[in-house]
């Protein structure tokens, strides 16, 4: 790298724009417009592979208005926030099957045109710096036409504050996907204040002095954290509020897990018992460490304990204590989790592998309260809430007689069940952004973020091991990385992990080969070109004059418009392409 410096500089996109005149044009957008589909015989609308509704801005402003009177203006914006969060990750998908070969500024034009296409806002550049290898973004944009500024207007009149909820969340949403870190995308300017346009400042989330004002609003409860939240330099001392915080690993937008955490919310002032259901790996003990931390038992001990990682034969004196001489080598009395736990919180894991007999055991403390030492002649009363977790169906195993259906329905009272990751991928950049501050701290080292096409495995991997295995292999990135540079993906994936799955894999020249999702991407379709020839053409749909039409319009889009490129990628003569345009609108005159 060092022998050729221009190199790293041309990358990054340099454009400050003071007047009007020379704005940064954004590229055609015919690209992403003829991807808009309407098939009323359906009733369905596409945008790509994504089904779309259109709605009347009338409609989705009362809507507003109801959230913004019932649950009040904080809640409200909350809520909107994440929904527009999870529209600008969707659009972001995007930008790779569109404008695979386009610079950066280009691939970063897909969100603010489709935001514009999607009938929301229109977007124009500033100043925009962007830098997908580095991490490195900045970017100030003048939002003109925001459908929310103007029906919050009608609404409610000019105020003191931005409105621009929905179409904050999705910048934040769309940049942060785009980039593969967390930024974050303030509105500094709004009409609904008096200002002329809307106006808006996006950076990396801890480049801002206080990103949790805004950052907030994306996290749908209070305990849930942001990633930048707790960060400590080396040698600072933690507050006990701190140091509790730590052990709360919660982080995630999409619906399922908010809906898990609403769940928890609810159960958690209550002395119910919670039994959490999920894959291994989902993050089971870090809600119930949330359970515990948000509930009143909190300044309690929280004690957990893995089922499955104690000897059958220990269990029991493990859960129930023993008294000396209870059994032997039992040569002390001492007590068990239970008692441990008086006064807060057990968490069981792996419940399922309970024996039988401390399956009837467990079932006397959540019915008496009362528990009994090995060995020992009386009772004694504990009160502990109990979590239990499985990753196993608990009612096929009462049929089969291996787990007591008392128990069972004794613990089923309040079931959660966690989605996997694959489930909630939304969430994915998030927890990376997490993982990876813990991990920089951890091994000292410094890491810009993720390249593009780590982010797209990650987003691929249908993730097995869940949030555990994706902690582990954001730890082996920040270990493997260069010190100052980006993690890739031969920096995350090294055990094989990729080509197990069957859902992708990397070919010989590393570029990452997808096998099981439809992609729109020149380069993989090309292999399966003949397949789809012979598909068409047996169809009868398709003739030699379109599909020369198609080649064209295909070079043209890689050339960004220059007809001499064009022609030299399709190997053929300039003349023979622009007459193939000739007629045609062409999406950016040639530069030739
Ligand atoms: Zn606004």
């Not at 003109?144 to 504050?161: D, F, K, L, Q, V």
């Not at 399922?256 to 003990?285: D, W, Y």
């Not at 736990?341 to 467990?362: V, Y």
């Not at 009462?398 to 991928?425: G, H, M, Q, S």
């Given at each position: 790298?060092?022998?050729?410096?221009?190199?790293?500089?041309?990358?990054?996109?340099?454009?400050?724009?003071?007047?009007?005149?020379?704005?940064?044009?954004?590229p055609?957008?015919?690209?992403?417009?003829?991807?808009?589909?309407?098939?009323?015989?359906?009733?369905?609308?596409?945008?790509?592979?994504?089904?779309?509704?259109?709605?009347?801005?009338?409609?989705?402003?009362?809507?507003?208005?109801?959230?913004?009177?019932?649950?009040?203006?904080?809640?409200?914006?909350?809520?909107?926030?994440?929904?527009?969060?999870?529209?600008?990750?969707?659009?972001?998908?995007?930008?790779?099957?569109?404008?695979?070969n386009s610079s950066?500024?280009?691939?970063?034009?897909?969100?603010?045109?489709?935001?514009?296409?999607?009938?929301?806002?229109?977007?124009?550049?500033?100043?925009?710096?962007?830098?997908?290898?580095?991490?490195?973004?900045?970017?100030?944009?003048?939002?003109?036409?925001?459908?929310?500024?103007?029906?919050?207007?009608?609404?409610?009149?000019?105020?003191?504050?931005?409105?621009?909820?929905?179409?904050?969340?999705?910048?934040?949403?769309?940049?942060?996907?785009?980039?593969?870190?967390?930024?974050?995308?303030?509105?500094?300017?709004?009409?609904?204040?008096?200002?002329?346009?809307?106006?808006?400042?996006?950076?990396?989330?801890?480049?801002?002095?206080?990103?949790?004002?805004?950052?907030?609003?994306?996290?749908?409860?209070?305990?849930?954290?942001?990633?930048?939240?707790?960060?400590?330099?080396?040698?600072?001392?933690?507050?006990?509020?701190?140091?509790?915080?730590?052990?709360?690993?919660?982080?995630?937008?999409?619906?399922?897990?908010?809906?898990?955490?609403?769940?928890?919310?609810?159960?958690?002032?209550?002395?119910?018992?919670?039994?959490?259901?999920?894959?291994?790996?989902?993050?089971?003990?870090?809600?119930?460490?949330?359970?515990?931390?948000?509930?009143?038992?909190?300044?309690?001990?929280?004690?957990?304990?893995?089922?499955?990682?104690?000897?059958?034969?220990?269990?029991?004196?493990?859960?129930?204590?023993?008294?000396?001489?209870?059994?032997?080598?039992?040569?002390?009395?001492?007590?068990?989790?239970?008692?441990?736990?008086?006064?807060?919180?057990?968490?069981?894991?792996?419940?399922?592998?309970?024996?039988?007999?401390?399956?009837?055991?467990?079932?006397?403390?959540?019915?008496?309260?009362?528990?009994?030492?090995?060995?020992?002649?009386?009772?004694?009363?504990?009160?502990?809430?109990?979590?239990?977790?499985?990753?196993?169906?608990?009612?096929?195993?009462?049929?089969?007689?291996?787990?007591?259906?008392?128990?069972?329905?004794?613990?089923?009272?309040?079931?959660?069940?966690?989605?996997?990751?694959?489930?909630?991928?939304?969430?994915?950049?998030?927890?990376?952004?997490?993982?990876?501050?813990?991990?920089?701290?951890?091994?000292?080292?410094?890491?810009?973020?993720?390249?593009?096409?780590?982010?797209?495995?990650?987003?691929?991997?249908?993730?097995?091991?869940?949030?555990?295995?994706?902690?582990?292999?954001?730890?082996?990135?920040?270990?493997?990385?260069?010190?100052?540079?980006?993690?890739?993906?031969?920096?995350?994936?090294?055990?094989?992990?990729?080509?197990?799955?069957?859902?992708?894999?990397?070919?010989?020249?590393?570029?990452?080969?997808?096998?099981?999702?439809?992609?729109?991407?020149?380069?993989?379709?090309?292999?399966?070109?003949?397949?789809?020839?012979?598909?068409?053409?047996?169809?009868?749909?398709?003739?030699?004059?379109?599909?020369?039409?198609?080649?064209v319009?295909?070079a043209v889009e890689l050339a960004k418009g220059n007809v001499s490129v064009a022609a030299k990628i399709l190997?053929?003569?300039r003349?023979?392409v622009a007459?193939?345009l000739?007629?045609?609108?062409v999406p950016h005159p040639p530069e030739d």
């Amino acid at each position: 790298m060092g022998k050729q410096p221009q190199n790293s500089t041309d990358k990054t996109i340099q454009l400050f724009l003071p007047d009007a005149q020379s704005k940064q044009r954004f590229p055609d957008i015919g690209d992403l417009a003829s991807r808009l589909r309407f098939s009323p015989s359906d009733g369905e609308i596409w945008l790509d592979d994504r089904r779309m509704v259109l709605l009347h801005n009338s409609s989705l402003a009362s809507l507003r208005q109801e959230l913004i009177e019932t649950l009040g203006a904080e809640v409200a914006r909350g809520i909107l926030s994440r929904m527009g969060y999870l529209s600008g990750m969707r659009d972001a998908d995007m930008v790779r099957r569109v404008r695979p070969n386009s610079s950066d500024f280009d691939a970063f034009a897909v969100g603010p045109q489709l935001h514009s296409l999607e009938g929301f806002v229109a977007v124009e550049t500033i100043v925009m710096n962007v830098d997908v290898e580095k991490g490195h973004f900045y970017g100030e944009f003048i939002w003109r036409n925001s459908s929310e500024a103007e029906e919050h207007i009608a609404a409610y009149g000019i105020g003191n504050a931005p409105v621009c909820w929905m179409q904050q969340g999705y910048a934040n949403g769309y940049v942060s996907s785009f980039l593969g870190r967390q930024v974050l995308v303030r509105e500094v300017e709004c009409k609904a204040m008096g200002h002329a346009e809307c106006k808006v400042i996006g950076k990396p989330l801890e480049e801002w002095d206080d990103p949790d004002r805004d950052f907030r609003y994306l996290l749908a409860q209070d305990f849930v954290q942001s990633p930048r939240a707790k960060m400590f330099s080396f040698g600072q001392t933690r507050t006990a509020a701190e140091s509790r915080n730590e052990k709360i690993n919660l982080v995630g937008v999409s619906a399922g897990f908010n809906t898990v955490c609403h769940m928890i919310q609810r159960v958690a002032p209550t002395r119910a018992t919670v039994l959490f259901l999920g894959e291994s790996g989902v993050g089971k003990e870090q809600f119930a460490r949330t359970l515990h931390n948000i509930s009143d038992r909190a300044e309690q001990p929280f004690v957990a304990i893995n089922c499955a990682a104690i000897p059958e034969q220990l269990i029991e004196s493990e859960l129930f204590g023993v008294e000396k001489g209870g059994f032997s080598g039992a040569t002390k009395s001492r007590p068990g989790r239970f008692e441990r736990a008086n006064g807060g919180t057990l968490f069981l894991d792996e419940i399922s592998t309970l024996t039988l007999f401390a399956q009837g055991k467990l079932l006397r403390v959540l019915q008496e309260g009362e528990i009994e030492r090995i060995g020992d002649t009386h009772v004694r009363k504990v009160d502990v809430r109990v979590i239990a977790a499985t990753n196993e169906d608990l009612r096929a195993l009462v049929e089969t007689n291996k787990f007591r259906a008392d128990l069972f329905y004794r613990l089923n009272v309040f079931p959660v069940k966690i989605p996997p990751l694959r489930e909630r991928k939304e969430d994915i950049l998030l927890l990376v952004e997490s993982f990876l501050n813990r991990y920089c701290a951890k091994h000292k080292r410094k890491v810009t973020g993720l390249t593009e096409s780590a982010i797209e495995a990650l987003m691929l991997y249908s993730w097995p091991g869940n949030i555990r295995e994706l902690e582990n292999i954001i730890e082996r990135g920040v270990i493997l990385a260069p010190e100052g540079g980006g993690i890739d993906i031969v920096h995350l994936f090294t055990s094989g992990e990729i080509i197990d799955t069957g859902h992708f894999k990397i070919d010989s020249k590393g570029t990452l080969r997808n096998t099981s999702i439809k992609s729109g991407a020149i380069e993989a379709t090309t292999d399966r070109l003949p397949e789809l020839l012979r598909e068409s053409l047996s169809n009868g749909g398709i003739s030699m004059d379109m599909l020369e039409g198609m080649a064209v319009d295909v070079a043209v889009e890689l050339a960004k418009g220059n007809v001499s490129v064009a022609a030299k990628i399709l190997g053929t003569t300039r003349a023979r392409v622009a007459y193939r345009l000739s007629g045609k609108k062409v999406p950016h005159p040639p530069e030739d």
